[in-house]
Nanobody, 118 residues
Framework: QVQLVESGGGLVEPGGSLRLSCAAS????????MYWYRQAPGKEREWLAG????????HYADYVKGRFTISKDNAKKTVSLQMNNLKPEDTAVYLC???????????WGNGTLVTVSS
């Protein structure tokens, strides 16, 4: 059974930092590209960052580039998202996704809530 479990969310003041983690089990993690998304209340889910299976390529949405950094540890089967200079508009549930390029199969975690507020 595939599981993706996000952690690290919480309440942070504007300008602060958080590091999110997504722990994977039940899948050959080193074969999967990983992605971070977020969904704010009343808004559509939006893509934030992606990293290829062996971390060869990382890519970011323009609105987080320079503030967020994605990393992948195949030995620990985790993907992380370091978020700096957080803004109130970053408040959302943050979710990770695993995708295998071979057949396009995707798996999602349930998310972790990030609230940016003073």
């Amino acid at each position: 059974q595939v599981q993706l479990v996000e952690s690290g969310g919480g309440l942070v003041e504007p300008g602060g930092s958080l590091r999110l983690s997504c722990a994977a089990s039940g899948l050959p993690f080193n074969m999967f590209s990983m992605y971070w998304y977020r969904q704010a209340p009343g808004k559509e889910r939006e893509w934030l960052a992606g990293i290829t299976s062996a971390s060869e390529v990382r890519h970011y949405a323009d609105y987080v580039k320079g503030r967020f950094t994605i990393s992948k540890d195949n030995a620990k089967k985790t993907v992380s998202l370091q978020m700096n200079n957080l803004k109130p508009e970053d408040t959302a549930v943050y979710l990770c996704k695993a995708r295998w390029r071979g057949n396009g199969v995707e798996y999602w975690g349930n998310g972790t809530l990030v609230t940016v507020s003073s």
